[in-house]
């Protein structure tokens, strides 16, 4: 998986300097590019200007000095010395030899119409003499002889009678010196590295200010370095030279720029010359001139980046602390101070208004934690109303809700004060009653002891009668007085039951209350929680205590309904026995009513005997089963009067916890 890439965090101060730095250099750059194309293309413009100038001027002394060849040519042509058939051929090959020497040719020579020379020497394939010979004065290129030199010649017609457009009798030869247009084109200097080339008009270089370094094979090859679209450029060159068209260009070869101007030479068979200079030339000092733009660009800009800088910082550092104040606060640090700033600015602004507010969150949250510690150390009199004036705004919602806590809890610890009193009270009671019915219980169970004894005793008496009948009237007469007591007892026995039936709806109603003390405790206990739960961690100790009363409300409410269940069942057996005992009652009634007719009934005494013993026993059941539910009744009471005391110990704790709290 891969990482996200974080961006590294800048400071203001930072990219106010980057910015200032990159506007300025861009600036500058901008400036620096502007002025420097300017120069190159005021210099190319110059340069090219300068150069046609150059190459005009060259074209017309390289025309005036073939002009006045051509003159010599044109005159000796006419010279009536050489039309004299008086002078032998040597005369007039020394007589033209004379003249060529003076005007610095280095030879010459006279033809007739067929192409011999005075010397015999055959010239009639030459394009000069043919030309000459059609009336016009011909100059050739220098061109390679025999002996490896170059030779150039000036042909011009020689006129009958020394009449020029007359009939043409012959052709004058000169020959200047191989090296005339070599030295012609090296007197033209167009720069440093300048080269000045004279083209013929087949575009091949007849005359360069170039020398060659002595033992160099000169190329015949001038393209041999040049890429295809140079060579075609070059080409494109001495076409319009060929052409004969002036003008001025550049173009690239070689791996070099050069400049060029080139311009026809009049009078020649479609020569031109061509001035070429490189643009290291002409371009060295708008080179200089743009390194010492680019020096002077790097100045201004470092200066620029240190004021930057230095602004940067003011204005920078003073937001940073600013922003590192405010991230403190996102995480709870209130220690930082706010920044002085002096100068009159936004960034004055902002350090106050950042300082402002932190001394505003600094009093509030020191107000805030006072009365909370006041409330969690148990004090709910706490003045909230003490900073009242610093909650303005939204931290007006702050000053209500506490106030709002202070206010709910002073109400809940009255309300669990009250509640605790009367939970108190009531465990009191219900302890009270739930001895005294342990004690009335512990007494039942006696009394229904003495009964079941009583009863059993009469079981004994009545298997007695049937089995002495002889006996009858002694023991009938002692049954009676028995009978008697048995009636008083029987009575007291119907009254303690019906006591027991009145005890068990007392317990009823105490149970009763038991329960709506456990429900109404437990709503309490619930509120309290809830209330606990708003107070947030002041109200953690409350709320174990709420949790501790809600469970004592369960056991209480639980230990009543157990109660509940066992008297019912109480009651219900205790009607049942009251039942019996009134019948039994009614019977021993019944017996001591008959007591004295027992005599007249002997003969009956022993079945009636048996059927009263079966009776007895049932009694008995009955008693026993009365006896046991009495036992239960009592232990039952017992647990209640044991729950009881300690439902008002708690109550107890629970008022002491509540008495802790100031409200």
Known sequence: MKKKKQNKQRSIGYIMARLAFIMVIVGMLLIAMISIISNFVVTKQLVSSELLSVVTEASKSVKWELQSYINLAEAIGTDSYLLDDSHTAEEKQAYIAQKATSHGLIGGDMLDTSGIGLDGTDYSASESFKSALGGKVYISAPTDTASGTKMMFIAAPVWANGVEGSEITGVIYLIPSPTVLDDIVKSIKSSEHGITNILDNTGAVIATSVVAEEGAEESSDVTANASESEIATYMEVNARMISGETGSETYDFGGTSYFTAYAPIANTNGWSIAVTSPYADFLSSVLTVSALVFVFVVAIGLLALYIANRLGKKIGGPMSICTAIINGIGIG?????????????????????????????????????????????GDLTVDVDEKREMYVGDYEKIYNSLASIKTSLQATMEQIDVAA????????????????????????????????????????LINNNAEDAANANDLTNKAGVAMGDATVSMDSLVEAMNEIADLSEEIKKITKAIEDIAFQTNILALNAAVEAARAGAAGKGFAVVADEVRNLAGKSSEAAKNTTALIENAVVAIE????????????????AASAGAVAQING???????????????????????????????ATSQQSAAAAEELAGQANTLKNLIEAFKY
Do not use: C, H
């Open 604 to 634: 009956k005494i022993s079945e009636e005997s048996k059927n009263t013993a079966l009776s007895i026993n049932e009694i008995t059941i009955g008693i026993d089963q009365i006896s046991n539910i009495v036992q239960t009744n009592s």
């Open 333 to 377: 640090d209130f220690s930082q101070d706010a920044p002085v700033v002096k100068r009159n600015d936004e960034t004055r602004l902002l350090a106050d208004a950042t300082g402002k507010a932190l001394n505003e969150l600094r009093a509030i949250i020191y107000d805030i934690t006072r009365v909370l510690e006041a409330v969690a150390d």
């Open 576 to 591: 049942k026995g009251t039942g019996l005992v009134s019948d039994v009652a009614t019977k021993m009634n019944d017996v």
């Open 421 to 460: 009193e009367q939970v108190t009270s009531g465990s009191e009671q219900v302890s009270i009653g739930a001895s005294n019915l342990s004690e009335g219980s512990t007494g039942q169970a006696s009394s229904i002891a003495q009964l079941a004894s009583n009863i059993r005793t009469i079981a004994d």
